[in-house]
């Protein structure tokens, strides 16, 4: 019976992100340690038709990763996409890049729990995977559930306007 409702749950929730996706673009980015997690999320965001830009890396090679953290800061901020999705291997570096802009919001997002409370509570705009510490499939879900839920406004906005430097 559990068996059921979660897959029920699971086709209703792709259903909407589905038609929900269809007005978003997605930035995403990492580095060599996040780089099959990455691939991963690509095919998935492919599969939903989801129309995202890959800010790299492109390969397993070491790199650094504010080398693709900062455009694609720069490219939410601008307006340019609407999400994006970062990995490295603990989430934490490439997190830190990029709340170094004013209009970033990244969350560190290690489960499906702390995704959608980055949405909802604090309108997170950008999700921090940390690849060396979670399964491709729960990335995926991550990755879903972050792209799928809205800010809850309200109380919330009160504290999300407190946060910019001014």
């Not at 691939?39 to 070491?62: A, C, N, Q, R, W």
């Not at 690849?131 to 009160?158: P, S, W, Y």
């Amino acid at each position: 019976m559990v068996d059921f409702f979660n897959k029920r749950n699971s086709l209703i929730l792709e259903i909407y992100f589905m038609n929900r996706s269809l007005y978003m673009k997605i930035a995403i980015a990492c580095d060599h340690a996040a780089f099959k997690t990455k691939e991963h999320l690509k095919k998935i965001l492919d599969d939903m038709k989801v129309p995202y830009f890959d800010f790299g890396t492109h390969s397993e090679e070491s790199c650094d990763y504010p080398d693709f953290a900062h455009p694609l800061a720069k490219a939410i901020e601008e307006g340019k996409y609407d999400l994006g999705i970062t990995l490295c291997g603990s989430g934490n570096g490439i997190n830190m890049v990029v709340n170094k802009y004013q209009k970033i919001r990244g969350a560190l997002c290690w489960n499906t729990e702390i995704a959608k409370l980055a949405r909802t509570h604090n309108n997170a705009n950008v999700c921090a995977i940390p690849a060396r510490f979670v399964r491709l499939e729960d990335a995926e879900k991550i990755m879903k559930v972050f792209l799928n839920t809205k800010f809850e406004g309200g109380r919330h906005q009160v504290r999300i306007d407190k946060i910019p430097v001014r």
